[in-house]
């Protein structure tokens, strides 16, 4: 097993401490990530993800529990978090918003250039930043931000971070207002980074989308707690009613084969693709034989 | 610890619930005597006056049900300002604003000129200024911004007939400055966060590197800005699609009635500001 790179112990945060608007976020959250892992946490709007995830960069400071990444220990007033976050990069929801230089390619060397590195080095890191989001650098280094489409934005954002060279990257709602074609392409592009990058990943989502899949490990938050932890599997194939208590929806693949399961079908409940299902289906209907596929059964 | 909380420290614009007295006022009259007040505030220039207003303002904040800390929160962010500001009445400050003391000087090396009347000059000032934020905390604070529309329209319902003044644009104008004044420290603490996130450096290098400081704001205030313009042209185009004509010949959903509660609390603040205003203060 490798090394724990993120360790958090009953960490508790509360928004407007000491103002009558005081509102508990994280009442004792338990949470740990070791290195080259990919791991997703969910939770329904307000269970106290994006909170928890702060933590992580330093950007909030544990008001009790213990929070370490990596070898930085942030209960110590005098820990160096600049440090710490240059090594551990935060994407936030619609980091679109966050794009400020008139070039793409300024944008994306904003981080670099505050780590004070060589034009050479600054360069080869946008290119290499730029090329990994599958944005060609000469073709678009020198275009204008604003002309740019909303999911390109999202890329250059994501560049942006990754032109840090960090070790762990943390992706608040990666997909949330995507179309469909750049849901698939942004699920591709983290897939990659996983592959090929070796990065850690802590991917925040509210619902169980297709980017959870690519997780080994799965948390579930409601109400400012972890209450369920394990694999996508393992979660996805929780019932229908139980994810729901959390405020959860499952994918329409799992409430259809957990329909199906409750109407007496022999089907396995834990089936995650349109193409295990449909497998899984004509396997309980007797149909086997030939691996059916949805492309198969579509294409006659 | 909360470095980036930014919303903790803005109480204008707020509005906490609590049921009191003051929430319950008509608001028209809520926004009389809180311009009385103002004026009172405004006008008074000696020790005692200040102090009575104080003590009056502080009894208001409890009589609100508001935490007094949370409204004397919001001085924070000011305190450098009110800082700089005294520093440079008693250093500078000469002539005498309250006609008939007389000045004695304290200190006197080249340009830098310090009587007394400047330290009193910067201790009234101080007070002031502690005063007008508390009362427009309060205001805000005790008053959606339902009843302030409603009110501040009612009120300049008058000089509308008389004048063709705009009234009711002018109440939404206030209406949607206090409403985003929130909104955009939410926002600008956001911005903040992302940028920190990849590497941005809130200015701590090289304190008298002005082009650079300032360069370092760029990340944060051209997307606030341009989340600004953004959010204006949405409420626009959302006041377009509702066919929102402005308040020509438009009836109320919600008519306010005034009771004696309301003019008993207007009359205590105007005769709060007579006695601030018109008793010679010893000093």
Same mark, same amino acid.
């Given at each position: 097993m490798s090394e724990v790179v993120v360790e958090v112990r009953g960490l508790e945060h509360t928004y407007m401490r000491g103002t009558p608007m005081e509102a508990p976020s994280l009442k004792g959250v338990d949470f740990d990530v070791r290195r080259g892992e990919t791991v997703a946490l969910l939770g329904h709007t307000g269970c106290g993800k994006s909170t928890l995830v702060q933590h992580l960069n330093g950007l909030l400071r544990p008001q009790k529990g213990r929070v370490r990444v990596l070898e930085y220990d942030l209960n110590d007033p005098k820990v160096d978090v600049k440090a710490l976050r240059r090594r551990v990069a935060l994407l936030f929801q619609n980091p679109?918003?966050?794009?400020?230089?008139?070039?793409?390619?300024?944008?994306?060397?904003?981080?670099?250039?505050?780590?004070?590195?060589? +034009?050479?080095? !600054?360069?080869?890191?946008? =290119?290499?930043?730029? &090329?990994?989001?599958?944005?060609?650098?000469?073709?678009?280094? #020198?275009?204008?931000?604003?002309?740019?489409?909303?999911?390109?934005?999202?890329?250059?954002?994501?560049?942006?971070?990754l032109a840090l060279r960090p070790e762990i990257?943390?992706?608040?709602?990666?997909?949330?207002?995507?179309?469909?074609?750049?849901? +698939?392409?942004? !699920?591709?592009?983290?897939? =990659?980074?996983?592959? &090929?990058?070796?990065?850690?990943?802590?991917?925040?989502?509210? #619902?169980?989308?297709?980017?959870?899949?690519?997780?080994?490990?799965?948390?579930?938050?409601?109400?400012?707690r972890v209450v369920l932890s394990g694999t996508p599997r393992e979660i996805f194939s929780q019932p229908p009613a139980r994810l729901a208590e959390f405020g959860l929806q499952p994918p329409a693949v799992t409430a259809a084969v957990h329909a199906l399961a409750e109407a007496g079908l022999g089907v396995r409940r834990d089936c995650l693709t349109v193409d295990e299902a449909v497998s899984e289906i004509a396997r309980a209907l007797g149909m086997g034989g030939k691996p059916w596929t949805s492309s198969s059964c579509c294409a006659t | 610890m909360d470095e980036f909380e930014l919303l903790r420290y803005v109480t204008v614009g707020q509005y906490i619930p609590t049921g009191s007295l003051i929430h319950r006022l008509d608001p028209r009259f809520k926004l009389a005597a809180?311009?009385?007040?103002?004026?009172?505030?405004?006008?008074?220039?000696?020790?005692?006056?200040?102090?009575?207003?104080?003590?009056?303002?502080?009894?208001?904040?409890?009589?609100?049900?508001?935490?007094?800390?949370?409204?004397?929160?919001?001085?924070?962010?000011?305190?450098?300002?009110?800082?700089?500001?005294?520093?440079?009445?008693?250093?500078?400050?000469?002539?005498?604003?309250?006609?008939?003391?007389?000045?004695?000087?304290?200190?006197?090396?080249?340009?830098?000129?310090?009587?007394?009347?400047?330290?009193?000059?910067?201790?009234?000032?101080?007070?002031?200024?502690?005063?007008?934020l508390m009362l427009t905390s309060l205001l805000t604070l005790t008053t959606t911004t339902t009843e302030l529309t409603h009110g501040i329209e009612r009120l300049f319902a008058p000089l509308q007939q008389r004048f063709n003044f705009p009234a009711h644009e002018l109440a939404l104008i206030v209406t949607i400055t206090l409403r985003f004044v929130p909104t955009f420290a939410e926002e600008l603490e956001r911005i903040v966060k992302a940028q920190v996130s990849r590497g941005a450096d809130l200015g701590q290098r090289g304190r008298l590197r002005f082009i650079q400081q300032t360069r370092a704001l760029l990340p944060m205030l051209v997307p606030l800005f341009l989340g600004a313009l953004r959010r204006a042209e949405e409420l626009i185009l959302a006041m377009e699609a509702r066919c929102y004509m402005g308040g020509k010949g438009r009836t109320r959903l919600i008519e306010l009635h005034s009771t004696r509660q309301d003019v008993v609390a207007l009359f205590v603040a105007v005769l709060a500001a007579a006695t601030v205003l018109l008793v010679p203060w010893p000093w």
């Open positions: 679109e918003a966050q794009l400020f230089e008139r070039y793409v390619g300024d944008d994306v060397a904003f981080g670099p250039r505050q780590l004070g590195l060589s +034009r050479e080095e !600054v360069r080869a890191r946008v =290119r290499e930043a730029l &090329e990994a989001v599958g944005l060609g650098f000469e073709a678009f280094k #020198d275009r204008l931000t604003f002309t740019l489409s909303g999911g390109e934005k999202r890329r250059v954002a994501l560049a942006g971070v990257l943390v992706l608040d709602e990666p997909l949330a207002g995507l179309d469909p074609a750049g849901r +698939r392409h942004l !699920v591709e592009l983290i897939r =990659r980074l996983k592959s &090929e990058w070796g990065l850690t990943l802590i991917l925040v989502s509210h #619902d169980l989308e297709d980017v959870v899949l690519l997780a080994d490990r799965c948390f579930v938050m409601a109400d400012g | 809180f311009a009385v007040l103002v004026g009172a505030v405004t006008f008074t220039g000696s020790y005692l006056g200040n102090a009575v207003l104080l003590v009056l303002i502080v009894g208001l904040v409890f009589l609100s049900r508001v935490p007094l800390r949370y409204v004397l929160s919001g001085l924070r962010p000011a305190l450098p300002v009110l800082l700089l500001l005294a520093a440079l009445q008693i250093l500078l400050y000469t002539p005498d604003f309250t006609r008939g003391t007389n000045c004695t000087t304290l200190f006197q090396f080249w340009i830098i000129h310090s009587t007394t009347c400047g330290v009193k000059l910067a201790i009234v000032s101080a007070a002031r200024f502690v005063e007008l």
